[in-house]
């Protein structure tokens, strides 16, 4: 079964410092796709990331960056130049070519002036 | 374009009363997904259609169902609602699916007294 698991349920991190979200995941699967979503309090899903399974090369969207260890089924998120408009719920997710998104319990990031 | 459009925002229902939630996709993309998101649970996911089909299904009891219209657009029906009903449901659209990012709606505060 496809589960994602991210163990750090809160992060804090001060505004401009670096912070890394942590995220492992269980599959069988080869083709797949893995994602980070944050959850502002407005409660809209928004993407921030997108890595598919089968680049070596991780993904990198601005500030934001991944590092993929396929081996280790470990994708993690990290924020450079935190701002406080990053504070949020972040999800990691994964999914097949069959679309069903499999997400985390989410870590919540709150951003310190 | 316009974001993907969930309708209503808010909804109070009773024991076994039956609610309908709409969702319009962002304009061209033809895969609509469901998900409900509670405290407990997460997210987890309910259907999603493709071209008026359902291409895939979760884990969820028949009183969930749901349809696609022609013109992409996919209501969600929850029939003889349930206390545990009571959760926040996210529309998402992707254009045929298939690892594609996920647009999200803001989904539709199911509240079940």
């Known amino acids: 079964a496809q589960t994602v698991t991210q163990s750090q349920p809160e992060m804090s991190v001060q505004e401009a410092e670096t912070v890394t979200l942590s995220c492992t995941y269980d599959?069988?699967?080869?083709?797949?796709?893995l994602f980070w979503y944050k959850q502002p309090p407005s409660r809209q899903m928004i993407l921030v990331i997108r890595?598919?399974?089968?680049?070596?090369q991780n993904a990198t969207e601005n500030r934001f960056s991944v590092n993929f260890q396929k081996a280790a089924k470990s994708f993690s998120l990290k924020i450079s130049d935190s701002q406080l408009g990053d504070a949020a719920m972040y999800f990691c997710?994964?999914?097949?070519?069959?679309?069903?998104?499999?997400f985390g319990t989410g870590t919540s990031l709150t951003v310190i002036p | 374009k316009a974001g993907v459009t969930q309708t209503p925002r808010y909804l109070i229902k009773t024991r076994g009363q039956q609610v309908t939630l709409s969702c319009s996709p962002i304009?061209?993309?033809?895969?609509v997904s469901w998900y409900q998101q509670t405290p407990g649970q997460g997210l987890q996911f309910l259907f999603e259609?493709?071209?008026?089909?359902?291409?895939n299904k979760g884990n969820f009891p028949g009183r969930f169902s749901g349809r696609q219209f022609s013109n992409s657009r996919s209501e969600m029906n929850v029939s003889t609602l349930e206390l545990g009903d009571s959760a926040l449901y996210l529309c998402?659209?992707?254009?045929?699916?298939?690892?594609?990012?996920?647009?999200f709606g803001s989904g539709t505060q199911l509240s079940v007294l």
């Open positions: 890595q598919e399974a089968y680049k070596q």
């Open positions: 998402a659209s992707s254009l045929e699916g298939r690892g594609e990012k996920l647009f």
């Open positions: 599959t069988s699967e080869s083709d797949y796709y």
């Open positions: 304009s061209g993309h033809r895969s």
């Open positions: 259609y493709f071209s008026e089909t359902q291409r």
């Open positions: 997710a994964y999914t097949t070519t069959g679309n069903q998104f499999y």
